[in-house]
C-alpha cells in the first residue's frame, strides 16, 4: 500500500510538472502583453513594464525562474492586483468558493443520492417521475437563470435572505441552492441509472434467492455496488465545485476564486492564470487520488495490492 | 467490510448536516467590523456599489479609474480637483514663475491620518518614487515635463537631487518643469498618482504596500478602515484631516457588485444609496437618472497602410473616411448600444474641456460632423472615393475591423449594420478579441478600423497631442508634419488665448485630414436616494466625487 502512495505521489508530481510547463509555454504564446489596457500605455512604457517584471529575459530562463518558484510555494505576484501576490489571493479566495462549494455539496449530495434510490426503487411510478422531473429542470436550468430567480423570488420580493454579499450564514442560503441544484440533477440521474444496473446483476438474484430481506439487499448489495461510479465522477465534481463558479459568485457578489479564473486569462495576467491552473490541478490530481483510495473501502475486489 | 460501507454513508450523511448546520463563517467578523464603523445611531454612511476591484491602491503604481476614486477619497495632494475645478490641497498658496517653469508650493501645517506631520519632503519623497524606474509605475509621462524627470525615469541620470522636485524646508516644495505646461496644475490635480505616500510604510511593506487596509496610511479626508478583497472597501472620516469640518459623512462604504441586476436589486431594496454606473439594460428602471460625461473622447481611428496594399489605398482616401463617417447615426448608436448618458461626438475635444475664456466648446465653435446620418452625403463622398481609387463597390478589398470584447463589440456590430444599409458596404468584417490582444493587433497595424477610447479631459491639447507624427501611441501610419507643426507653435505660446486658437487650428486639421473620425463622447448615467446629497460627477479626477456629499435619513 505504501509502495502504491508512493508511486502515484510521484505520478501526481509529474502531472502537476506537465500541467505547469504546458500551461506556461500555451499562455506565454498568446498575443499580446499584459500591460496593453484599455487606458493606453505608449509602446515604449509597456516596454519598460515588460522589462521591470522580467518579462523581457528568454522565455526558457523565465521558465525555470518560475519553477524554481514553484517548487517552493511561491506563485508569484499577480501583474493586475500588482501589491497582492497570487499566493495571498488564493488564500483569501479560496476559503469562499470551497464554503460555497462545500455548502452546495452538502445540499445536493444526500438529497440527489436519495432522490436517485428512490427513482430507481420505484421505476416507472410517480416517485420515478417526480424525480426525473428534478433531475431535468436541475440540469437544463443554467445557474445564471436559477441565481436569478432565486435571487429576485427570496431576496428581493420576499426579503427572506439578503440580495448578495457573503458575510454570514443567511447570505449562503440561496448561492449553496443555485450552485447546488444542477449538482443534485446530476447525481440523481447517475445514480438512478447506476441502481438500475446493479438490480438485474446475478448477486441480487442470488441474495434474494438467499431469503434476504429488502433492506439488506439495498443496503449491502445494491446500494454498495451502484456507489462505484457515484465515487468515481465526485473526486473530479469536488475538485471543480470547491475552485468557485464564475456564474454564481458574480449573481451574488461572493469574492471567491471564480472570476480570478476569467479575469486572469483575459487580462494576461500571467502569474496569476498560472498560478491558479497549477493549484486547481493539484487540486484535482489529489481528489483523485483520494477516490482511488475510497474504491478500495467501497470494492475490496479492486483494493490495490500491495 | 459490510460496516465500513455503512460508516461511510454514516460520515457522508454527518458531514453533510454538520457543513449546512456550520453557520460561522470567517466572514462573520468582518460584517460585525462593518457594523461597528458604520453603525451607531445617526451616523452618516453613503454606502454605494462598484463592479469591480480596484487594482492596486499604491498611488504610484496605480492604473484604472476604481482606484483613482478610492484615492482621491482618502488622500490629498497638492492641489486637488473638485467639480472640475482646481482647489487647494495640501499647498495652502503657491507661486509660478513668469517664465512658467517654476512652480513654489506653500504647504499647510498637516497630518497623515495617524497623526504624524505630513512635511514637504513627504511630497519629494512620493514624486521621486513615482517616477523611479525601480518602482514599476505605469503612467510616468504625466510628470515628463518636470525638469529631468524623464531621463532619471529612463536611467539616463541616476541622481534624483538633479530632478526638478525639491523640497525647500519642510512646508515649502518647488517643482521646476523642462518647459511651461499652462494645464500643470491640472496634471497635479487630477491624477491619483501624485498623491503622497508615506516612506516609512513603503519601505516596511516594499511589494505588498497598500495591498491591505492595514498597510496604508493617507492623508485625506477619509481613512481606509477595512478592505475585504473584491467584497467591499470601508472608508471612515479621517479625524485628523486639515478640514475635516467641511465633511458631512462619517463614511464612505464601497462595496464590490459585478452584476448590474444584482446592483439594481440591491438599490431598490435599499442596502445600497448611490448606483454610479446604471448599466443599459437597466435604464429603463430609473426615469430619474441623472447622467454626465466621464472625460473621454471615442473616435474611429484608420490604418493608413491597410492590413493589404488594396485596403491601404481604399482606407487612406479621405472621402472613403467621410463617407463611412458620414453614414453612422451617432446618436442612435449612443442610445441603443452605448452606456446610458453617452453623447454623440461632432468633433474631437469634449464639450467639457475648458480654455482661456469658457468652454473650448463656446469658445471655439465648430460644427464638425451631424449627430445623425446624412446618407447622401456619405453616399457622394462614397462615389468620389471609388472614382479615385478605381474601385467598384462590388470588388472593394476586405477590411478588418478589430473590436474589443464586449460594448466596442456592440459599436462594430451597429458600424457595420450602418454601413452596410446605407452605403451597400459588405466589405468589412469585424475581428473580436480580448483587450490586450486587440490593442496588440493596433500597435502592429494588424486593423484598417479600429474604435479608439482615450482620456482626454486634462486639456484641449491632450487629445490632439497624441496624434502628432510619430507619437507614442499614434498606430495610424498619419505621421503628418503640418500638424505636428501646428500643434506645436500653438503649445508654444505663452498667451492662453493664443494658445488654445493654436489647438482649434490644429483640431479643424486634424478633422479635415487625419486619421481619425469624431465618434461619441461616452457618458455614464447615475442615480442616488433622494436622502442622498451632494454627490459631484466630474470629468477630471475621480468620476465619483463624493466629499461633501451628505446623508439625511
Redesign the interface.
Known sequence: MLKYILKRLIISLITIWLLATVSFFLLRS????????????????QQ??IS??GLDRPLYEQYFTYLGNLVQGDLG?SL??????VN??IA??F??SA?LG??A???A??IGLALGVVAARRRGKAADYMSVLVAVIGISVPSFIMG?LL??GF??KL?WF????????EY?VLPSIAMGLGLLATLTRLMRASMLEVTTQDYIKTARAKGLNERQIV??HQ??NA?LPIVTVLGPLVANVLMGTFVVE????I??LG?HFVQSV???DYTMALGLTVFFGAFLVAANFIVDL?YG??D?RIRVAD | ??K???K??LA??A???L??AC??????S??GN?KGSSGGAGSKVLTYAVNK?P????SG?S??DLANEILYHISEGLVRTYDNKIEPGIAETWDISDDGLTYTFHLRQSTWSDGTPLTAKDFEYSLLRFID?NT?S????TLYDVANAEAFNKGEITDPAQVGIKALDEYTLEIKLARPVSFFLTVLASNSYFYPVKQELVEQHG?????DAS?MITNGPFKLENW?????LVLVKNENYWDKDRIKLDGITQ?????A??MS??F??G?IDYIPDIAAQLISKYPDAKSALGGSSQMLQFNMDGTSPEAGKLISNRNFRKALSYAIDRTGVANAVAAPGTQAANRFILPTTVASAATFHVQFPFQGIGSTADVDLAKSYLNKALEETGMTLDNLPKLTYVA??GRQKLYAEALQDAWSTNLGLTNIEITVM????????T?NREYDIYVQ???ASEDASTILGYWLANG??NWTGWNDETFTNMYNTAMAQMDEGARYSGLFEAEKYLFENGPLEPFLYPGTSYIAKDYVSGIVRSPLGAASQLLYADVTK
Do not use: C
Not at chain 2, 462595496?255 to 452584476?259: A, Q, S
Not at chain 2, 480580448?434 to 493587433?441: E, G, H, K
Open positions: 498568446l498575443p499580446g502583453n499584459p500591460f496593453q489596457t484599455e487606458v493606453l500605455l505608449s509602446a515604449e512604457v519598460r513594464m521591470y517584471y505576484y493586475k492586483y500588482v501589491n497582492r501576490s495571498s489571493i483569501e479566495s476559503p469562499v464554503e462545500l455548502r455539496l452538502a445540499f449530495l444526500p436569478t435571487q429576485y431576496s428581493v426579503g439578503p440580495v448578495a454579499q457573503w458575510k454570514g450564514w449562503t443496503w449491502s446500494l454498495r456507489m458574480q449573481i451574488f457578489a469574492p471567491g472570476m483575459q487580462s494576461l475510497v473501502v467501497i475490496p | 467490510m459490510k465500513g460501507f455503512s461511510l454513508v457522508l450523511t458531514s453533510a448536516m457543513l449546512s453557520t460561522a463563517t470567517n466572514n462573520s468582518e460584517s462593518d476591484e487594482g492596486t491602491l499604491d503604481k492604473q484604472d524606474p514599476g505605469a503612467f510616468v509621462e511589494d505588498q504596500y497598500a495591498a498597510k475585504v478583497h473584491e467584497s467591499e462595496l464590490i457588485i459585478p452584476d441586476n444584482t436589486s440591491m431598490d431594496s442596502q474589443m470584447e480580448p483587450t490586450p490582444q486587440a490593442i496588440q493587433a500597435m477610447s482615450l482620456d507614442s501611441i
